[in-house]
């Protein structure tokens, strides 16, 4: 597919995906009902009983609509800080988690629970202990000379072991009744805790995340050379790849915030992005964020239908994902360099 066709066309399977998604539940709805309300709702055409415009308001705008919007964004962003670090580290197995940022966010929402029973002060954590994570890679990297990103790499390994072994003890002294089955079912992520107020919060970094990294893709495309030909092309190698860590990690803590943990979406859309656009940044980087929001709309409305209980939607990634980038090796490395 030309390269001026593929963002329309990704763009309008978005759309159609949003759509046909808000039809999906429990209490599904056909088409038409969908498209009067939203055209009685914004453009004030036709006419709607009360009560059904009510029942439709709830179902579309307080539960399906910011679920439909927050697996956009978390798809988006996973994608995109798993296609920036691919290209900083230039390496194509590195996923968002990394850095550790994944491990110490899922410690800080799990001491949360434990410790307070304000939800608020769980997100609080969970965003604070993704970033020292990175904070603890990062600082063990600076420690040490030598090859930067071997020994952030490293550093990484070492950090989230540190956060994985930290969530086990709090695991180990949870309530076993009420906080334990919790911190599971948080830990296997899910959309069903997203709401308008948690979505506009965790949705305006996010975007704009995305926004700036994609503005720094030549950059990526200079870092995915090696350091010496980023420097010798006139890079601040160093400056750049701590800013853009540091956006892949607010975009990566936030999904964490917002949904729990979900996982393989940063590691096989920026292939399967790759393998349509090619390595150049530029054009890779919104290929990844709008092929991960249309993937993980997909994911989670097999999540709620597969079954009369919601899946959660962590262990539907995890079950599409790994069999997908499996069988996707063999053709990754034509996307690759």
């Not at 010496?228 to 790849?241: D, H, M, T």
């Not at 956006?247 to 915030?257: C, E, Q």
């Not at 090619?278 to 249309?294: E, M, R, Y």
Request: aromatic fraction near 10%.
């Amino acid at each position: 597919m030309k390269r001026s066709l593929l963002f329309p066309v990704l763009s309008i399977v978005l759309i159609l995906t949003m759509v046909f998604s808000m039809t999906l539940g429990k209490y599904p709805l056909p088409l038409s009902d969908i498209t009067g309300f939203f055209l009685y709702k914004i453009l004030g055409v036709g006419s709607m009983d009360p009560e059904r415009y009510s029942l439709l308001g709830n179902l579309l705008m307080d539960i399906r609509f910011p679920r439909i919007l927050a697996a956009i964004l978390i798809g988006a962003s996973l994608s995109v800080s798993g296609a920036a670090f691919q290209a900083m580290f230039v390496n194509p197995l590195v996923s968002p988690g990394l850095l550790g940022v994944l491990a110490g966010a899922s410690f800080g929402a799990a001491l949360g629970m434990v410790f307070s029973k304000s939800w608020v002060i769980v997100q609080i954590c969970t965003l604070l202990f993704g970033f020292a994570a990175v904070l603890i890679a990062v600082g063990i990297a600076k420690i040490h000379k030598g090859n930067t990103i071997l020994l952030l790499v490293l550093g990484g390994v070492i950090s989230g072991a540190l956060f994985t072994s930290f969530l086990s003890i709090i695991k180990y002294i949870a309530d076993p009744y009420n906080q334990l089955p919790a911190i599971v079912q948080w830990l296997m992520g899910g959309l069903s805790m997203v709401d308008r107020k948690l979505l506009l919060i965790t949705g305006i970094p996010q975007v704009l995340s995305i926004i700036l990294i994609a503005l720094f893709s030549g950059y990526l495309n200079a870092l995915s050379m090696g350091d010496e030909q980023a420097r010798a092309l006139g890079i601040p190698v160093e400056w750049v790849r701590m800013l853009l860590i540091f956006l892949a990690t607010v975009m990566s803590a936030l999904t964490v915030v917002t949904a729990g943990m979900i996982g393989w979406v940063g590691l096989i859309i920026p292939h399967t992005a790759r393998m349509f656009v090619g390595p150049d940044n530029k054009v890779l980087i919104p290929a990844s964020a709008l092929i991960g929001g249309i993937y993980l709309i997909v994911v989670d409305d097999v999540s709620r239908m597969l079954f009369n209980v919601e899946i959660p939607i962590g262990i539907t990634t995890s079950l599409i994902g790994i069999p997908f980038f499996a069988i996707m090796l063999k053709k990754a490395k034509r996307g690759w360099g």
